[in-house]
Every structure is written in structure tokens, then in C-alpha cells.
């Protein structure tokens, strides 16, 4: 998920979070939409707010009232995508044989489910055996217009059935209801597809099944879509046609209005925009567009009334907060013991299991360059360096035994780092390795990278850091200098650089070995061995390693930085080797201090109309 503020010049017309465009004399039908996106796994309560138990006793209620108003003739239950993620309550489904999100997602009883980037995080196989799981009583479809499936067997065997669409058509009230499914381009730089394609051309994509629907005679069309920001929702209405409603995810935007109940964590930063945003179509018909923060925190409830053409003549709604206290969020006492407390357990296993101790505070917080907090995702931390390190220990403990070359440095995407918090010093347990690092990334040596391609690849790491973009790079076995105001490299999807970048001033390894000095390769440098892992080496966060061959090593970056911690640190973090703000591997070139003269060597400053004089000592 990405955290974006609203950018209110995309928006064609003004908020409103009700809107009646016109009054005809002809029947109206009036849809209660009821949305979420990004769960992300998020099945437990946080204090009092979220969790899947109390989320579905608060949907079904809200379900019922509508049914039970006049004004309203049918509802819909839609997600937007990202539904679950890896970590440590996703790490007990895969222990347990059971995918507890699938039991979450069939109590909810979502009527069309969007593909997100996350769900493609443990590749292809693990998707389809979620999407076929036996826990789902209904085989709601999942949805990606913009994807093709047949490079994938396990996939497109749920596109011949029917499990994965384009589009679906339901029957609400006795009308016929188009939903479309769209996911972000940027798929392959950011989750693990496989042979999955994506098309690029969202506007051509989506017109063509609004263009399908509307031939077999449906008028009322929505799309949920997964594009990573509300904003590329806004971008993209404008040109299409026939569009009605389109229900967001990927940006756990917030989008409320003033008299709706925020949740305690929320109350100090408030809501990104109102609810519902709206833009013009092609056809310049007013469209709602909306989204909720994720993580099972707010249902959002958006009712649409159509003219008896399929025209949006009006709309209203908001963000319904899940927290404990409120009315009608009980939690539900079959999820409560199917799914909520054999995570718990899950979980508690994991919390119980001491591994290390640490002198000193890991930073391992996204960070935000805007701002200036330090993270992961824009400078060096030293839970960065702690993993970067695990990598590289690991993989040279490996790599004789598989005939690899042994790896000279190391290289770990922000992106891939998932607490978003400081581990105080003290016990460090194993569910604190899952909570920083809980993909289904696997260690990997990609070996005899050119110095030339080794700038390139470094290049692209601080190419984005101003966006504070996951791609940022935790090192090991070298270090780094770079000016963030010189020109950033741009590559494409492939990895191809269109824009080479000249931000990397100086590499050196950890032996002395100089591969950049004064931004230029040095002559006669070596060809470099990579530890990273396979998202990178495949590619991922847009790292132009353009197919260069690696080979699997068999074990997580989770399960690396245990064996580190245990093994070669042998359970103790010490604050001199792992120090708060890291220890100089990476330094943007305005945080190098200016050296000051030996008073030996200078006599001293002599300051003439602004002007500093160094005066040499004589003899």
C-alpha cells in the first residue's frame, strides 16, 4: 500500500458527499455499495479498532438495515484488492495448511473480488490454491481485466473456470450489474506474477469491457481497481465511457466527511478528501469515486441511484469505523474461533521464542523523505544494516556447497522491510524477524555483474528516494556516496534504462576496492557477485539487472536473518557493530563534512571582506 494525500486539482468537480444531478419522472433503482480494501491479513483486533470478527458483525448489520429501508432495492459487496499479505498472521496459514483470509472473505460475502498486487506476492501457484480453496462455500470471482493468465497453468486453470474474469455480471434486484477488475501496470516491479502478463493500456482495457457489458444490455457498470492511488483513478475516468462508479484500493486513503466518526489513530491526521470524491467521464457524467483505509478498519457504504437508463442521477455515503465500543461490532463468534484464535496461537509461538538480544533500538520505520524521519526507504538504518548483513553472511555460507561464487556484496530493497517501526532494545524474538521481513523472499546470488551494471543498479536505488519508494537500498560488503540533486536514473518495466542518472558519486567495497570514484566506473574494476533476493534478482522495484541470471539458494530472507542472529552474532545485537543511524555505508553527499585544517599545517583564518584566507605556517 502507498499513503497519499489527495491531490485536489485532479478532482472535476467539487466533494460532495451527496448529490442529487437530476429528478426524473422515470423508475430509479438505488444500490447500497458496501467496500473495503487492502485487509492485508489484518485478521486481529489493534486495541479496540479493526479485526475481521468484530468487521463482519458490523457489515451484516449494515447489510440489514439496508434491506430493511425502502429507499434502497438492492446491495453489493465489493473489495478492491490486496486481500491478505505475508507476515506473521499469514505465516500461520501457511503452517497451518488453512487460509484464514479465505474464511474471513467468505463470511464478508463479497460479490466480485479485485486482484491486488500483494496477492501475487508468493507467486502464481500459492494465488490459484488460495483462490480454490474449499473454505470458499460461493466461488466469488476474482477480477483483472488488464492481466493474461496463460503463461500461468495453475492461473488460467481458474480462468477457464470462470474463478478469475475480466468482468462479471450480477443480478441485484432484478438488474443486471457489470463489475470490472483492474490492477496496476506496475506489477512486475513491485510483486511476484510469474508469467502473468499485464497490459499497460488501462484506458483501451477497460473501455473494451464496458464496451462488451453494454452490448449485452448492461447500464449500470462499475470498476474496483487496484492502481495503487485514488489518484490514478481520477486520472484515468476522464477517459472513459460509460463508467459509473468506481470503488479504489491500494492507497489506504481515508476518505470521510466531517460528520463521520473517525477511529482514535485517525482523529490527528484526519481524512485524505471527502466522501465520495467525484469526476466527469467521457460522456461528462458525474462519477462517485471512493476507497477506505485498509487493514478491516472501515467499511466503506456508498448508495448510487440510477435513472431506468443506467445514469447515476444521485449518490451518498461515508466510511463506517470498526471499533469496539460503537454499536452492532460484537465480534463474530464463529470467526472468533476458526480463525481469529488459531492465528493468536500462531502467533503467541512465535512471540514466546527469544532469539537475540540488542543493546540498541533497530530502526526499521519506512521513513518519509518529506519530513526528514529516518527509514528504510530514504537513508541507512541499522536494521538495515543488520539484514543486508544476514544476506550476505547466509549466502556465503552457501554458496560452496551449491559451486557458487561467493558474493562480494549484498543488497536488500526498503520495500522488502515491513515493521514500519523502532524495536526497542532487548528481547528480539522470532515473530520480530517475521514482522520485519515476512514475504516469500528467497536468498539468491546473481554472479559476474559488470561494474557498469553495478552503477546502473545502485543508480535506480536512490532513483526515487525523494518519493521515499521502496526500492531504496539496505547494503552490505561496500559502501556508497550520492547527490540526491544530480539527474535520476528512469528505467521502464523491463528494467531498460531510459535516462542512465548520475547520482552515484563514489562505491567502494568493504576490502578498499574502489568501483566508482568522481561518478565515473574506475578502469580495470571487477565484476561483482550480488546476494539479494529474488524479487530483486528477478527484477523487482525496477532494478535493471535485465535478466542476468541467478540461482535460488532454498531460504528466506526471514529464515537468513534468524540464522544471522543466532549463529554468527550468536544472540547478541551489540550497539558498537550496529550503532543508531548506521555506521556511514551510505552518505548522501551534502551529509559529508567539510574537513578542518590541521591547526598544525594552517596558521589560521584570516577573513577579508567575506573572504576566508588560509595563511600557511611558516616552516
Known amino acids: 500500500m502507498n499513503n497519499i494525500l489527495i491531490k485536489y486539482p485532479l478532482i472535476l468537480l467539487p466533494f460532495v458527499s451527496s448529490l442529487i444531478l437530476s429528478s426524473p419522472a422515470e423508475a430509479q433503482f438505488t444500490l447500497s455499495i458496501f467496500h473495503n480494501n487492502d485487509g492485508e491479513s489484518q485478521l486481529l483486533q489493534n486495541g479496540n479498532e479493526g479485526g475481521a470478527a468484530s468487521f463482519i458483525t458490523l457489515l451484516n448489520s449494515l447489510k ?27 505465516n500461520a496459514s501457511l503452517t497451518d495448511g488453512i487460509f484464514y483470509d479465505v474464511r474471513v472473505l467468505n463470511a464478508i460475502g463479497y460479490d466480485a473480488i479485485a486482484l491486488g498486487n500483494h496477492d501475487f506476492d508468493f507467486g502464481p501457484d500459492l494465488l490459484a490454491n488460495f483462490i480454490s480453496s474449499p473454505d470458499f462455500s460461493q466461488p466469488v470471482p476474482f477480477l483483472g481485466a488488464n492481466l493474461d493468465f496463460s503463461g500461468e497453468p495453475s492461473l488460467q486453470a481458474l480462468v477457464d473456470s470462470g474463478r478469475i474474469a475480466a468482468s462479471t455480471i450480477v443480478n441485484k434486484g432484478g438488474e443486471d450489474i457489470g463489475i470490472i477488475g483492474a490492477i496496476t501496470p506496475s506489477l512486475p516491479a513491485i510483486s511476484s506474477p510469474g508469467n502473468v502478463l499485464i497490459n499497460p493500456d488501462l484506458t483501451g482495457i477497460i473501455q473494451t469491457e464496458i464496451n462488451a457489458l453494454e452490448a449485452l444490455g448492461v447500464n449500470k457498470i462499475i470498476l474496483i481497481s487496484h492502481l495503487q492511488s485514488i489518484n490514478e483513478e481520477l486520472a484515468l475516468i476522464p477517459q472513459l465511457s460509460g463508467i459509473d462508479v468506481v470503488i479504489a484500493g491500494g492507497g489506504d486513503d481515508l476518505l470521510a466527511n466531517p460528520s463521520d466518526p473517525l477511529l ?29 483505509a485498509g487493514e478491516y478498519k472501515y467499511i466503506g457504504q456508498l448508495e448510487v441511484t440510477f435513472d431506468n437508463l443506467g445514469e447515476v442521477i444521485g449518490f451518498q455515503g461515508g466510511p463506517v469505523r470498526n471499533f469496539q465500543g460503537d454499536p452492532n461490532t460484537t465480534p463474530d463468534p464463529t470467526i472468533v474461533s476458526t480463525v481469529v484464535d488459531p492465528v493468536q496461537a500462531s502467533i503467541d509461538a512465535l512471540d514466546a521464542n527469544v532469539i537475540a538480544t540488542s543493546e540498541v533500538d533497530l530502526n526499521g520505520r519506512r521513513g518519509s523523505f518529506s519530513s526528514g524521519e529516518p527509514g528504510v526507504r530514504t537513508v541507512e538504518t541499522n536494521q538495515g544494516n543488520l539484514i543486508a548483513d544476514a544476506i550476505l553472511w547466509q549466502a ?40 520485519m ?66 547520482r552515484i558519486r563514489s562505491v567502494q567495497l568493504s576490502d578498499g576496492t574502489v568501483i566508482v570514484e568522481n561518478g565515473t566506473v574506475v578502469a580495470g574494476a571487477p565484476n561483482l557477485n550480488i546476494a539479494t533476493i529474488d524479487f530483486l534478482a528477478r527484477g523487482g522495484d525496477q532494478y535493471p539487472l535485465r535478466g542476468a541470471s ?16 543466532t549463529q554468527e552474532l550468536q544472540g547478541q545485537i551489540l550497539a558498537s557493530q ?37 595563511v600557511k605556517k611558516k616552516g
Do not use: W
Open 64 to 90: 440489514a438495515q439496508a434491506n430493511a429501508d425502502p429507499n434502497i432495492d438492492a446491495t453489493l459487496t465489493l473489495s478492491s484488492g490486496d486481500n491478505f499479505l505475508a507476515g506473521p498472521e499469514f
Open 264 to 292: 482514535p489513530s485517525d482523529q490527528g491526521s484526519g481524512a485524505a478528501g471527502l466522501y465520495p470524491l467525484t469526476a466527469l467521464n467521457l460522456d461528462g457524467i458525474t462519477v462517485p469515486v471512493v476507497t477506505t
Open 396 to 435: 556465503t555460507q552457501l554458496a560452496p556447497s551449491l559451486g557458487l561464487p561467493t558474493p562480494n556484496v549484498a543488497l536488500q530493497n526498503g520495500g522488502g522491510i515491513r515493521n514500519n517501526s523502532i524495536i526497542a532494545a532487548g528481547d528480539i524474538t522470532e515473530l520480530d524477524t517475521f514482522d
Open 437 to 502: 521481513l515476512p514475504f516469500s523472499n528467497f536468498l539468491s546470488i546473481v554472479p559476474d555483474i559488470s561494474p557498469t551494471q553495478f552503477k546502473e543498479i545502485l543508480e535506480n536505488a536512490v532513483s526515487r528516494v525523494q518519493n521515499t519508494d521502496g526500492r531504496f537500498a539496505q547494503i552490505a560488503g561496500f559502501e556508497f556516496i550520492y547527490d540526491i540533486s544530480a539527474t535520476a536514473q528512469t528505467v521502464d518495466n523491463n528494467g531498460n534504462v531510459l535516462t542512465p542518472g548520475d
Open 550 to 565: 541467478f540461482t535460488n539458494l532454498g531460504v528466506s530472507y526471514q529464515q537468513a536473518l534468524a540464522n544471522y542472529i
Open 578 to 614: 550496529y550503532p543508531e543511524g548506521g555506521s556511514g555505508r551510505i552518505l548522501e553527499i551534502q551529509q559529508i563534512p567539510t574537513p578542518v585544517p590541521e591547526p598544525s599545517a594552517l596558521l589560521g583564518l584570516l577573513f577579508m571582506g567575506g573572504t576566508a584566507i588560509l
